[in-house]
């Protein structure tokens, strides 16, 4: 998501990090980060935290706009095989968007449905498409990347709602301020200490029947993970950047 930002020019680079960033907190078992050959798997819970990065990202950006209301292109009662009609009535939409904005500011945010892919002629889930090389974006974005439908680039996210599309102008819908971290900056882990872990234990509602040494015990298996995302989205939002489509039934959820 940060890659849709800067390619919209929406994005304003911070010299250092802000003082309420915005961070990811996550639990994993103490002996991922200790010489406790009994512990594999660190990989997989590094791709499990990059995947709630991820989704915290795109959430920030694609929740607020279920705030504007849908647009019908076409009759919900239309049989499947009208699907053309739908797709002509959106081409104007996103091409008249394109012609206004900047390159590369104008995208197309479609949900997993392959349906609705196959009708736009994108790929289902990056299948066969891949981004410019000279955009430079990460392996995710090229991932979630799906092609191009009248000059804007569209992307499959599950984040955005079934039964609906957005058209939207980037560089004036949302402003992200970005920052530079050092890997130990970016991701601290912390062991919890006896008293943190006496104390939450005395505040477990389960301690008459699990004991506090025992709930002690399990804490101080536990390391806290918090990951800076060196990236914070505005709240505000400029709705009259974003067209959001309503999807007849025999394309969306």
Known sequence: MPDLLRLAGAVTPLDTPPDDPALVRSQAPKGFF?????FVGLD???RDIGREVAHKELSALIQPMANVDPRLLVADDLPAENAAAFVEELRPVVAGAVQTATPTAV???VPLQWELAEALGLAFLGGGAAPPEEWGVSEGTAHDYSGVFEGAAAYHFPEVPGDVLYVVDLSRY????TWQLSDDAAVT????SEADARSRA????GKDEIGVDEIVRRWREIALVTVDRGLRISEERDDTALTAI???PFLGA
Do not use: K, S, W
Request: charged share 25%; net charge negative; aromatic share 0%.
């Open 107 to 109: 995208v197309v945010l």
């Open 202 to 205: 005395e505040q477990d509602p």
């Open 44 to 46: 997989m819970m590094a």
């Open 189 to 192: 882990v912390t062991e919890i």
């Open 34 to 38: 200790t010489a406790d050959g009994r």
């Open 246 to 248: 309503r999807l007849p």
């Open 174 to 177: 949302a402003a992200a301020e």
